[in-house]
């Protein structure tokens, strides 16, 4: 059974950090995109960062450029969001997802919730 799960989230105050993780089984994951969406209370879900299969291709949303940044560790079959300078507005259930025939998210994660205090 392929699977992606999400880990990591939490409650943290303005300012801080926190690190998602991806964990993906019952296949391998190396030559996927992996991305991260985000869904806010009441908003549709949105695009947060991607990269490559290789990790050397990466793209982020404007509003998190230089503050998250998403890597992989294809020996692990896990990818990663690092969260930095945390705003109440980050606030959302983030979600993991994995693209591997370079047109549409197949897998997806059951997600885990950020939750930024001001």
């Known amino acids: 059974q392929v699977q992606l799960v999400e880990s990591g989230g939490g409650l943290v105050q303005a300012g801080g950090s926190l690190r998602l993780s991806c964990a993906a089984s019952?296949?391998?994951?190396?030559?996927?995109?992996m991305a991260w969406f985000s869904r806010a209370p009441g908003k549709e879900r949105e695009f947060v960062a991607q990269?490559?299969?290789?990790?050397?291709?990466?793209h982020y949303t404007d509003s998190v450029k230089g503050r998250f940044t998403i890597s992989r560790e294809n020996a692990k079959n896990t990818a990663y969001l690092q969260m930095n300078s945390l705003k109440p507005e980050d606030t959302a259930v983030y979600y993991c997802?994995?693209?591997?025939?370079?047109?549409?998210?197949?897998?997806w994660g059951q997600g885990t919730q950020v939750a930024v205090s001001s």
């Open positions: 997802a994995a693209m591997y025939d370079g047109l549409n998210y197949s897998y």
């Open positions: 019952g296949r391998t994951f190396s030559g996927d995109t």
């Open positions: 990269i490559s299969w290789s990790g050397s291709i990466t």
